[in-house]
């Protein structure tokens, strides 16, 4: 099978297509014929700093071909999506069957890659984390990334509140064609500023640096600030005063070491609490753009640029 493999750390150029041989699912896993994988920033830290060779790649939409010998609630056949460890670069990967999820109906096989990724990890942070509630006021940094788009749009359709933030007047202007709540040109406008008063009970960050005590100075009491990423820092200088006197809520996660038992817990929320809203309609994945396999360096190159809205795709096409 063809798959692309990271040769060394480096710029989008040492992705590299490979010939390989195709995986045997072990007894737990099923072996999926991929149809699409998404591009997530994940893989771009990992191509930076990985000591090996391997194929990234962290979720992926496809076929199911094998199965293992103790897996019962999948069959050859199903068309899945699924979230995966590393291995979503490729024409086949195994995939722990209880990380697999039905496509869900109305959605192509293609733009189900979308999914996984974006998916489990806002539930594991935002709902399971931070317990955001119906009614509740959720802002989300980042809104037309593929986190935000998602996270936004599972808030919104549970009844929450939303706000966020975005870099440019052409990124504003999509998130309020989409309705996905108050949105701020952050350029422009300082989101501590404008928020001040809003009483914010949940934050999602993946700034990081000078952005996390604004965050915490415009939480209400009780509030959760959940930190998935710290691309401006992760060094940062915070008042212990602020979290004290309004018993504020500190957190964040990775969710790409957490355990097969944790991802599975996940999946079971989220087939049950967020798939009947794709299939009402009620949420959808943002698609910016698809590359072929080969094409995995100038998406990249892509997502480095952060002028993308919503998830970039490898097509296996």
């Not at 060779?53 to 068309?79: C, Q, R, Y």
């Not at 996905?180 to 640096?209: S, T």
Request: with cysteine; net charge positive; proline share 3%.
């Amino acid at each position: 099978m063809k798959a692309i493999y990271i040769t060394k750390s480096g710029g989008p150029e040492v992705l590299q297509l490979k010939e390989t041989s195709k995986p045997k699912p072990g007894k737990n896993q099923v072996l999926i014929k991929v149809k699409a994988a998404g591009v997530n920033r994940s893989d771009v830290i990992t191509r930076k700093t990985t000591t090996e060779s391997l194929i990234p790649g962290l979720e992926v939409s496809g076929e199911i071909t094998e199965i293992g010998d103790n897996v019962t609630d999948k069959k050859i056949g199903d068309n899945v999506c699924a979230l995966i460890a590393s291995g979503g670069y490729a024409e086949y990967v195994n995939v722990e069957s209880s990380h697999c999820l039905t496509t869900p109906e109305g959605l192509s096989l293609t733009n189900a890659a979308a999914i996984p990724e974006t998916v489990f990890t806002v539930w594991f942070n935002v709902f399971q984390l931070a317990k955001l509630q119906p009614n509740e006021k959720l802002l989300i940094h980042g809104g037309t990334s593929g986190i935000g788009t998602m996270g936004l749009q599972m808030a919104k359709a549970l009844g929450s509140e939303i706000y966020t933030t975005a870099g440019n007047d052409k990124k504003i202007e999509f998130l309020n064609k989409m309705d996905l709540g108050k949105a701020i040109n952050y350029k422009k406008e300082a989101f501590e500023d404008v928020f001040k008063d809003k009483k914010i009970d949940v934050i999602l960050d993946m700034v990081g640096g000078d952005y996390t005590q604004k965050n915490l100075d415009i939480l209400n009491n009780k509030g959760r600030l959940v930190n998935i990423n710290g691309m401006k820092s992760s060094e940062v200088s915070i008042n212990l005063r602020t979290i004290m006197s309004k018993n504020l809520i500190l957190t964040g996660s990775f969710l790409k070491p957490q355990s097969a038992a944790v991802k599975t817990q996940i999946a079971k929320e989220v087939e049950k609490n967020i798939w009947p809203l794709f299939h009402s309609k009620k949420i959808q994945p943002v698609i910016y753009k698809t590359f072929p396999l080969k094409g995995a360096a100038e998406a990249h190159k892509l997502m480095e640029s952060s002028t993308h809205i919503g998830k970039i795709l490898l097509t296996m096409d």
